[in-house]
């Protein structure tokens, strides 16, 4: 029998087993009436097997077409994410576990979906200032990324996140969803948030904690600083020599450093940290120096303690300093909580102190007066992890986790968790003047980047150790800076200096 004639029998065959064949209903309409001929007995199994793998593989599709495109087939909504609430979202979290149970509490109190959390130690070793060597028995933080659903880790890690291909970029906001299990925030990140977290020109997390470093003048101290206009960091070095011990910046371990980006990001116009071309650290040059010297010079005049930003706020809103640097950040232990909500609803918010006006730079160029945005590495974000099973829950659930409703405890409950677009994340009594300026400043798209390379925290950590020493007269300015750049060159070999130049020029938007 030849190819063509067989052919025809099986076409014959499929025509015949149809219901119109049968006497059913020419749902078609494009079979004859006269086409009555039944197939032998022994064509019906082939038939069937036939019509059931065609439905097998109809249904098949389907479902990898949903699976693409995570979203339900069903005619009630074609655009409605399916979320299971059977299989547990895998998340990450830097923190402590005090800090999980409470997210794993709230989050029961909105969704039947179960979290199998692992905690990871935020950065603090100074001596690897990072969490991604294991501790104990904790896994390291780069492990349990390419494990988990949800990764909620510092910012100063999100450009070794891209670099590992742990992370993926959040899913687009979903809009006007009528769904009741929909947890997201449907807000728009302000400028200044959307910024801090691009890497390589593309979106890749969600801001959860983030608070801006101001100038805080409480009662005695109004008279010599004007919130109306923006203090310079002479005036600042001028108004701790009047008041020796009661004015301060944050310089208490992993704070150090920070403060000095800090000065640094409000003082430089053009380059930042490190050559593009070859990477090679900038601190050395007398600008970076200067910078040193001036927060040396004010720290003389400080409290013996350093201080955390939270502390800095706290200790001006209640009188013990008359200013300082700093920002609100909940606390755990609440002592004296309506006092302190009192006192700081006296403090005067400042924009955040800038270069004096007749500075010069090496060559000679007079530099900007700048009014850039400077966002804390501690910083929290939150990312799709790239090992992500099941993406709709996860994006669902991070973005409650970035201020959608229901996440208010948490943000009252967990120390450093701020959210930008959330006005619950910071108590309007304990903050006082700072959330109505803090609104304002996340407008500011001019953000200077963070320390975003592959083992920044170890960067971080040598930055902060050689600042402190010089802090507390261990070493010249000098000294300390050539200290530090000693430190990030020799870690530009280890980690190889084509790949952290890459990385670098992406944290700088330049890839």
């Known amino acids: 029998m030849s190819a063509k004639t067989r052919l025809a029998k099986i076409e014959s065959a499929d025509r015949d087993a149809s219901p119109t064949a049968t006497g059913g209903p020419n749902r078609g309409g494009d079979i004859s009436p006269s086409n009555q001929a039944r197939e032998p007995e022994c ?54 576990d005090a800090d999980a149970d409470t ?22 070793d100074s001596k690897t200032g990072s969490s991604s060597e294991p501790s104990g028995d904790k896994p390291s933080i780069w492990a349990a990324a390419a494990k988990a659903d949800v990764i909620a880790y510092p910012l100063s890690q999100l450009g070794e996140m891209v670099s590992r291909d742990l992370v993926m970029p959040p899913l687009k906001a979903d809009t006007g969803s009528n769904d009741d299990t929909d947890f997201s925030a449907n807000k728009v990140d302000p400028p200044a948030v959307r910024v801090a977290t691009t890497y390589g020109r593309e979106l890749q997390a969600k801001c959860l904690g983030g608070s801006l470093p101001a100038m805080l003048v409480g009662e005695k101290a109004t008279s010599k600083v004007s919130s109306s206009s923006t203090i310079t960091w002479q005036a600042f070095e001028q108004l701790a020599s009047e008041f020796p011990g009661q004015v301060a910046e944050p310089t208490a371990e992993g704070w150090a450093g920070v403060s000095y980006l800090w000065r640094l990001a409000s003082v430089l116009s ?25 927060m040396a010079a004010t720290a003389e005049h400080g409290p013996e303690s350093p201080m955390t930003p939270g502390e800095v706020f706290r200790n001006v809103g209640s009188g013990k300093l008359v200013a300082g640097i700093g920002f609100p950040q909940n606390r755990t232990e609440r002592t004296d909580a309506d006092d302190e909500a009192a006192a700081t609803s006296n403090v005067q918010v400042a924009a955040f102190p800038i270069v004096e006006s007749d500075v010069v730079d090496a060559d000679g160029v ?43 405890p ?24 700072y959330q109505p300026w803090l609104r304002s400043a996340w407008q500011n798209p001019n953000v200077m980047p963070p320390l975003n390379l592959v083992g920044g925290d170890r960067y971080l950590a040598a930055l902060d150790t050689e600042v402190r020493k010089c802090l507390t007269g261990g070493q010249t300015p000098e000294d300390a800076c050539a200290a530090i750049s000693k430190s990030w060159s020799e870690l530009h070999k280890e980690y190889g200096v084509t790949k952290q130049k890459r990385s670098w020029q992406r944290a700088l938007g330049l890839l």
């Open 366 to 408: 007079k530099l900007e007066r700048t009014g850039r945005v400077v966002f804390a590495p501690q910083t929290i974000v939150g990312s799709l992890a790239a090992s992500c099973r099941q993406t709709a829950a996860a994006n669902q659930f991070l973005k409650w986790l970035a201020g959608g409703e229901g996440s208010e």
């Open 103 to 124: 997210l794993r509490r709230t989050w029961q109190s909105i969704s039947e979906q179960p979290l199998k959390i692992t905690v990871i130690p935020p950065p603090s």
């Open 270 to 294: 053009a380059t930042w940290l490190f050559d593009r071309n070859t990477l090679e650290p900038l601190l050395t040059q007398p600008e970076y120096v200067d910078v040193l010297r001036q």
């Open 410 to 433: 948490l943000y009252r409950s967990i120390p450093g968790l701020q959210h930008p677009t959330s006005s619950s994340s910071i108590d309007d009594a304990a903050g006082g003047n």
């Open 43 to 96: 064509g019906q199994p082939s038939v069937w097997r036939r019509r059931q793998w065609l439905a097998w593989t109809s249904a098949a599709g389907v479902a990898v077409l949903a699976g693409c495109r995570e979203t339900s087939v069903s005619d009630k909504s074609e655009s409605t994410p399916t979320v299971r609430t059977d299989v547990p979202l895998r998340v990450v979290w830097t923190g402590t």
